[in-house]
């Protein structure tokens, strides 16, 4: 159960109730875009080798925040139409620190899945990323990530969605 914010006076000197906007025992669903380079390209930054070598693709995920500030995350996404349906999935610790009332919440992550596609792979993972909610229960995220393979070589991945709070 989250606790109620503390009331706040508004100009009028009238006191208004806002609701937290990041919460204890909050489940969020997303749904979000990605992008993802591989080691040569990160090692080697050019807008070609980003332009070429870029592989797209989106997917879905699931968080659950014990704490306001301690949770863990879901995810499975796709990059591409042939072979595997889900190209990866994975499972993260989430730890976001909010920005008081703010709706400004950074956050890093930690934690591995397996890769279905290309080369079948378990992987270890971490990143982090920058949430905005635009009311309690609707906001946008972004985040990027060094994904560490156990079978191929390390990739980066970025996603950028929206995501509902209930």
Known sequence: MALAAAPVLAADGVAN????TYRAGELSLDGFGTASVGQYTINHLSGDRIRDNTRLGGGLGLNYFFTRNIG??????TENNDGAFVD???????????LGQSGVAPYALGGGGYRFDYKATGFAQFGAGL????CPHLGMFLDARAVLPGETKAYGLARLGVRYAF
């Not at 109730?17 to 937290?20: A, P, R």
């Not at 990866?88 to 909010?98: D, T, Y």
Request: charged share 25%.
């Open 72 to 77: 863990l995350g879901a995810e499975a996404y």
């Open 131 to 134: 949430e905005y909610r635009f």
């Open 17 to 20: 109730q806002l609701e937290d």
């Open 88 to 98: 990866s999935a994975s499972a993260n610790l989430l730890l976001r620190l909010p």
